[in-house]
């Protein structure tokens, strides 16, 4: 093969889906907080591990994508 995946990329796609399931899951279930922030915790995470912490850290600390009342 031309491109492998590497192992900590695989563990970033599992936990993104895990992310969008729990996510998924906690608004079926009339907006549970508890299966929510699992979600949430499990997308951020494996977005961290897909893009890398520091690409992460200023994906969402843009200037740009930062909303201000």
């Known amino acids: 093969m031309a491109y492998e995946i590497s192992e900590i990329k695989k563990i970033g796609i599992g936990l993104v889906g895990f992310g ?27 977005v961290g591990l897909l ?3 520091q690409s992460m850290w200023q994906l969402f600390t843009k200037k740009a994508n930062l909303k201000v009342l």
Not at 20 to 40: E, M
């Open 51 to 53: 893009l890398g912490w």
């Open 20 to 46: 969008i399931l729990f996510s998924f899951l906690g608004v079926i279930l009339f907006f549970d907080r508890g299966l929510l922030a699992l979600g949430n915790i499990f997308f951020l995470t494996g």
